[in-house]
């Protein structure tokens, strides 16, 4: 089975700071990896997904992600943080090799932006 | 088009009674799952279906029963609600193809008070 780590619980910047969350998951095999976004009273929403090709993926709002297989991470990063990223980050991941589409979930990590 | 939509938003039982969430979407979707969030574990899988007529135990499925009767609908019952049930429930919905990849599309939630 995976399971998925996100180290830092609450993270909290000033605007223009970079960011940098880390995701770690334990799997042996082919891995999909997602990171969500949580705003508050919303749902959530995918900001990006790697599932093959280039370990650097851009996705959305400036977000990007490198996949890194021997170290079975998957950080999330931003040059330059907004207000509007105050948010909870989810980091997710299924197996690739397997017939199973279910998502295990990290714990979040809630971010807060400072103006 | 709507996506995933939840119905109730909110919920406040009395421990021992039940209910039943439901959830549909209109993407044609094969694959739909119900997660619950609670506070510092981010999303668990309870239950999820791979197609019209089949339904699987995801991680924390003690306590609830779901049906997928039509492929746009997925309901999850609660028999004799407890406590512990408190919790924000997730319905959401994925394409079958490739190997997982696909992401997943989410509802709105369903806050849920059990007392």
């Known amino acids: 089975a995976q399971s998925v780590s996100q180290h830092n619980h609450h993270v909290i910047l000033s605007e223009a700071a970079s960011l940098e969350l880390g995701c770690n998951y334990s799997?042996?095999?082919?891995?999909?990896l997602f990171w969500y976004v949580q705003y508050p009273g919303q749902h959530l929403q995918l900001l990006l997904k790697?599932?093959?090709?280039?370990?650097l993926v851009k996705g959305i709002k400036g977000f990007e992600a490198e996949f890194i297989k021997s170290k079975f991470s998957f950080n999330l990063r931003k040059p330059s943080v907004q207000w509007s990223d105050t948010a909870e980050y989810f980091c997710?991941?299924?197996?690739?090799?397997?017939?199973?589409?279910?998502?295990?979930f990290g714990s979040g990590t809630r971010l807060q932006v400072q103006p | 088009n709507a996506g995933v939509t939840q119905t109730p938003k909110f919920r406040v039982l009395k421990t021992g009674q039940s209910m039943t969430l439901l959830c549909a979407q209109d993407?044609?979707?094969?694959?739909m799952y119900w997660y619950r969030q609670d506070p510092g574990m981010g999303l668990r899988l309870i239950h999820y279906?791979?197609?019209?007529?089949?339904?699987a135990k995801g991680e924390v499925p003690d306590g609830y029963n779901v049906s997928r009767l039509k492929k746009q609908n997925f309901l999850l019952g609660l028999e004799s609600a407890a406590p512990s049930q408190t919790s924000v429930y997730f319905c959401?919905?994925?394409?079958?193809?490739?190997?997982?990849?696909?992401?997943?599309?989410f509802g709105d939630g369903t806050r849920l008070s059990i007392l």
């Open positions: 959401a919905s994925s394409y079958s193809g490739g190997q997982g990849n696909q992401p997943q599309h």
């Open positions: 799997y042996g095999g082919t891995v999909n």
């Open positions: 790697y599932f093959s090709g280039d370990p």
């Open positions: 997710a991941v299924n197996a690739g090799d397997t017939g199973r589409r279910a998502l295990t």
């Open positions: 993407m044609n979707h094969e694959y």
């Open positions: 279906s791979v197609g019209e007529g089949t339904t």
